[in-house]
């Protein structure tokens, strides 16, 4: 019995010094932390860095939504709120940024806490909103909330999201792993192509007229259908597509393991003109 007294004891001592420390570290950047009406704990924090075209943007463990402006500049500006029932449940987690001229990393990370603060205690919330450069390539990876993207001139690879993913422009893209609707546009593909895998939830591509790949899916519980008439898809069996979008290849679009319906529509987004158009117009004007 003693002995048993004694291990809880020793807990109780690890937890209170748990929590006396989660107090004592001083935050990663400058921090605006206040208090609302509803008693809640709100913490902004705002950094801009300057990124070179091309860079890349990776975002990770957020918990809660990321909106995302692009323009065409150089300068990424940051905007993280975060809100949590007390100050003690605020130190539980932290966000973390490191940038260089080619690399922008956000990253939501569990705080110093006790032992009893990881059984029992809740997690702040955060909400990300963020300006871009448009030529950047997107990671996101471990989001508990929607995110909303606009239109970029660059790839992105999102994973591991609980949410409605909105992306209004890329250049081609990688989606795993995905508990909510998609929507992106696509302008140009590279060589990469389009790759879906683990959705759950339907998905709506759309394609600029220029747009050329070939299409394939297997394991789909849902439907593939199409509104572009440069657009053809057939299926073998059930949960198996297969198609040709424009001239066809080298870039596909590959989706397995989609647990909702497949569409593809008309992007509004303007096409860029083919080397061939440019070529031509060049001839005419000399």
Do not use: W
Request: aromatic share 4%; proline share 2%.
């Amino acid at each position: 019995m003693k002995r048993i007294l004694l291990v809880v004891a020793l807990v109780v001592i690890a937890g209170i010094a748990g929590i006396v420390r989660s107090h004592s570290k001083a935050g990663d950047f400058d921090r605006l932390v206040s208090h609302n009406a509803a008693d809640q704990v709100r913490e902004e924090i705002r950094q801009s860095y300057q990124l070179a075209p091309g860079a890349s943007v990776e975002i990770a463990n957020i918990n809660g939504a990321i909106r995302i402006e692009t323009a065409d500049t150089n300068t990424a500006e940051v905007y993280i709120e975060r809100v949590a029932s007390c100050q003690e449940a605020l130190a539980r987690r932290k966000v973390t940024l490191e940038a260089d001229a080619n690399n922008l990393r956000i990253r939501g990370e569990k705080g110093d806490m006790g032992f009893f603060e990881r059984l029992f205690g809740s997690s702040p919330s955060e909400k990300l909103t963020l300006k871009l450069p448009r030529q950047i390539a997107l990671h996101t990876k471990g989001v508990n909330g929607a995110v909303s993207v606009a239109e970029l001139d660059g790839p992105v690879d999102v994973r591991g999201v609980n949410g409605r993913v909105q992306i209004a422009g890329a250049n081609g893209a990688e989606f795993k792993g995905i508990n909510g609707n998609i929507t992106i546009g696509l302008k140009r593909l590279n060589n990469d192509g389009v790759v879906l895998g683990g959705i759950n939830g339907n998905i709506e591509l759309q394609l600029t007229p220029d747009i050329n790949a070939e299409f394939d899916a297997h394991g789909i519980n849902g439907s593939v259908a199409s509104d572009l008439s440069e657009v053809s898809i057939s299926r073998s069996r059930r949960g198996t597509y297969s198609g040709q979008i424009g001239n066809g290849g080298p870039s596909v679009i590959t989706a397995k393991g989609i647990n909702g319906n497949i569409r593809l529509t008309r992007s509004t987004l303007a096409s860029e003109p083919s080397e061939a158009l440019i070529k031509d117009k060049d001839s005419k004007t000399n």
